[in-house]
T-cell receptor, first 111, second 111 residues
Framework: RKEVEQDPGPFNVPEGATVAFNCTYS??????FFWYRQDCRKEPKLLMS???SGNEDGRFTAQLNRASQYISLLIRDSKLSDSATYLC????????????FGKGTTLSVSS | DVKVTQSSRYLVKRTGEKVFLECVQD?????MFWYRQDPGLGLRLIYF???????EKGDIPEGYSVSREKKERFSLILESASTNQTSMYLC??????????FGNGTRLTVT
């Protein structure tokens, strides 16, 4: 099983739609989780951290399900500018290891 | 704002050349990382460093070396560039167990 798995998509949605991405992780000891956004030919940028209680930032909501070992990102009222690749990131919480990045899910929002 | 600066945005080198990619961060972060990103393969970790003069191999260290003589600077070295090292190279830095901040990448072409 891969350490961090995401559906690559693409997810093609119209403006105003609600879209959700899931990401599964294999290491049950993982302690912290993040979503990054990456625009075409640009560097990844932190979108939001994912807390156990879930967190919301405007149109974006992140959830963590430790029992099933997945995190999710929900985007409401999609905008054209939301078109990007969304990377799921897991901190395995092991000495001498680095954050683990998923390969990303591509979202395309059209008018 | 955290600034991670990579010395070159685009580089073209010949097979067999020694290539230096430089990265500097201005936030006194302990941790620095080098990734490469290729279509369909996502971000792959080459090397990382948790402190000055120390280094850890990532998932794909073959053909690369690194140097961290000062806390703010982390260099990636291709001892003898090969065409399969054509890629986007991304440097990142961050405090322990925290999200990473990325530089804007170096697109390296080896001909």
């Amino acid at each position: 099983r891969k350490e961090v798995e995401q559906d690559p998509g693409p997810f093609n949605v119209p403006e105003g739609a609600t879209v959700a991405f899931n990401c599964t992780y294999s290491n049950s000891a993982s302690q912290s989780f993040f979503w990054y956004r990456q625009d075409c030919r640009k560097e990844p940028k932190l979108l939001m951290s994912v807390y156990s209680s879930g967190n919301e930032d405007g149109r974006f909501t992140a959830q963590l399900n430790r029992a099933s070992q997945y995190i999710s990102l929900l985007i409401r009222d999609s905008k054209l500018s939301d078109s990007a690749t969304y990377l799921c990131v897991v901190n395995p919480n092991q000495a001498g290891t680095a954050l683990i990045f998923g390969k990303g899910t591509t979202l395309s929002v059209s008018s | 704002d955290v600034k991670v600066t990579q010395s070159s945005r685009y580089l073209v080198k010949r097979t067999g050349e020694k290539v230096f990619l430089e990265c500097v961060q201005d936030m006194d972060h302990e941790n620095m990382f080098w990734y490469r990103q290729d279509p369909g393969l996502g971000l792959r970790l080459i090397y990382f460093s948790y402190d000055v003069k120390m280094k850890e191999k990532g998932d794909i260290p073959e053909g690369y070396s690194v140097s961290r003589e000062k806390k703010e600077r982390f260099s990636l070295i291709l001892e003898s560039a090969s065409t399969n090292q054509t890629s986007m190279y991304l440097c990142a830095s961050g405090p322990a167990n925290s999200p990473l901040h990325f530089g804007n990448g170096t697109r390296l072409t080896v001909t």
